[in-house]
Nanobody
Framework: QVQLVESGGGLAQPGGSLRLSCAAS????????MSWARQAPGKGLELVSA????????YYVDSVKGRFTISRDNAKNTLYLQMNSLQPEDTALYYC?????????????????WGQGTQVTVSS
């Protein structure tokens, strides 16, 4: 069965960095787009970033452009999110999400499996 296991969350100071990882199993990782989504306390889900199945194309929500970088290693079945210049508003539970196809859509309807999430807290 599909399994997505996130790691790398934690506490960071404003302006700091964290790198999230997602270990995927149970499907052909290289055949599907992947994304990172987040949910901040008291707010709805937000699709933060997505990447094409072979990494050729990416999507970022405006609030993280220039600060976050999504990448993948298809040989290791692993998805990454490098988060730099972190801000308190980046505090959220971050989820790794599997796409239904190859293209990195920005619509949650195009994604089908979610991990359990990893908490990111940005505070001084």
């Amino acid at each position: 069965q599909v399994q997505l296991v996130e790691s790398g969350g934690g506490l960071a100071q404003p302006g700091g960095s964290l790198r999230l990882s997602c270990a995927a199993s149970g499907f052909t990782f290289s055949s599907y787009a992947m994304s990172w989504a987040r949910q901040a306390p008291g707010k709805g889900l937000e699709l933060v970033s997505a990447i094409y199945s072979d990494g050729r194309d990416t999507y970022y929500v405006d609030s993280v452009k220039g600060r976050f970088t999504i990448s993948r290693d298809n040989a290791k079945n692993t998805l990454y999110l490098q988060m730099n210049s972190l801000q308190p508003e980046d505090t959220a539970l971050y989820y790794c999400v599997k796409g239904k196809g190859t293209f990195p859509y920005s619509d949650f309807q195009e994604y089908d499996y979610w991990g359990q999430g990893t908490q990111v807290t940005v505070s001084s």
